[in-house]
């Protein structure tokens, strides 16, 4: 999830693998804006323009966003329209229906009996339903897309502080202000008054800072607790504030100062490793820290992620985060990306959003949930390339 300035928990941001999980999150655009990836973006897939609207009478006007226009398209004007297993939607839709935007609702009644329908029946419901139309620049321009991918990391911690478990993990503090800058993270690792306002707010231990940023910058984890029964319980993080500071890259940090070429996780680690002696000057380039609370994971809860901006869980592949001034939320977007590790044509909701997402054709692709050698990881810290969208909107 990439985490983002909402109540609800993100995405986002946020190698913002992870959770904008708003995901509440200040959601951090995983591999583009939060480690400075230098994945190779590969070249953007064929997309026809937008269909003029005064060539068609049958085209409503444009719509005009904070951040975005919309031009209204045909269906065919759609890249690989008709090939989707819409049926892998259906639960991302369901799910959006729970929060849903004022011109959405009336429409989620229809949605619902249509969860066990075929595609093609889903297909022509939603041609009937709704229009498409191109997202581009407020003044018309066709953007410069991108897609980056988030995740929600899974961790092992520790309830209590000991030798190898000693990086906090914290609730917000007593009299933290929304929008008011709070101690930066350096201050609260270094300054008596901030750790006297932070006292018995640890909520979890981890064994590596790092891993604590990542999970800062995802907004959302999933922490594993061994028991003194020796049994091991899960536990989801989730974003509840942050302190107030604008988030900056240590990926981009390490890059500038031409420490690493590979700014990836992976190479982020193996920096530290080398150096233990500036750790702290590498975390502290980051001045903002996030607060988390504890949410109980139960069976059902465990088969999806975390909620994102919208209020709601996020479903692997089927969600994303966008800027909510080009794309409110619950709105299905249609998709085309090609690069060198993601191709696809398909439809998501927009279920989140974060600090790294803006812009009219920004998108964050939640990935799912696991640890480092799993999939949603390895997709999440490696996707970052162009992408067309298309916002799909009620008659």
């Known amino acids: 999830m990439k985490i983002n300035n909402n ?58 966003r904070g951040a975005s226009r919309w031009v209204p398209v045909r269906w065919t004007d759609l890249p ?19 929060r849903p935007q004022p011109k959405h609702a009336a429409l989620c009644a229809e949605v619902r009996p249509l969860t066990m329908a075929g595609t093609a029946e889903q297909q022509a419901w939603i041609e009937r339903r709704f229009q498409p ?24 911690a520790s309830r209590q502080r000991s030798l190898i478990h000693r990086t906090p993990l914290y609730a917000p503090p007593a009299g933290l202000t929304s929008g008011q800058p709070w101690f930066s993270r350096q201050e609260i690792d270094t300054l008596p008054a901030a750790q ?17 940023l990542i999970l800062q910058i995802q907004g959302s984890g999933r922490l594993q607790f061994k028991e003194s029964d020796g049994s091991v319980s899960t536990v989801r993080m989730a974003f509840a504030a942050h302190n107030g500071h604008p988030y900056q890259s240590v990926g981009k940090w390490l890059l500038d100062q031409r420490a690493i070429r590979d700014a990836s996780w992976d190479g982020i680690k193996a920096w530290a490793a ?23 994971l139960s069976a059902l809860d465990a088969r999806f992620g975390p909620h ?7 479903t ?46 920004r998108a964050d692709l939640f990935t799912g949930w696991g640890g480092w050698g799993d999939a949603p990881y390895q997709l999440a810290s490696r996707l970052k390339q162009p992408v067309q969208m298309w916002a799909l909107w009620p008659r």
Not at 135 to 148: A, K, Q, S, Y
Not at 196 to 212: E, G, Q, T, Y
Not at 308 to 314: D, T
């Open 133 to 156: 139309y191109r997202v581009v620049e407020p003044d018309g321009r066709v953007p410069n897309g991108l897609l980056t991918g988030y995740y929600e990391p899974i961790m092992a």
């Open 196 to 212: 006297a306002a932070l006292k018995d707010r640890a909520i979890a231990w981890l064994a590596d800072p790092i891993d604590a």
């Open 7 to 64: 109540s609800a928990p993100s995405a986002s941001s946020n190698n913002k693998i992870m959770v904008g999980l708003g995901l509440a999150k200040v959601r951090y655009g995983w591999a583009a804006l939060i480690v400075g990836s230098l994945v190779a973006c590969s070249s953007p897939p064929e997309i026809p323009s937008p269909s003029t609207p005064g060539a068609d009478a049958s085209l409503p006007s444009p719509i005009q």
């Open 274 to 296: 080398n150096n233990p002696g500036r750790l702290n000057e590498m975390l502290w380039s980051n001045p903002r820290t996030v607060f988390f609370k504890e949410v109980k």
């Open 308 to 314: 994102g901006a919208q209020g709601v869980p996020l």
């Open 316 to 361: 692997p592949g089927r969600s994303i985060a966008v800027d909510p001034h080009s794309i409110p939320y619950g709105t299905p977007v249609w998709i085309a990306t090609r690069g060198a590790v993601y191709n696809q044509q398909r439809l998501v909701m927009a279920q989140d959003t974060g600090g790294a997402i803006v812009g009219a054709a």
């Open 80 to 98: 690989g329209w008709g090939l989707d297993s819409l049926h892998e939607i259906w639960g991302a839709w369901v799910r959006s229906c729970e």
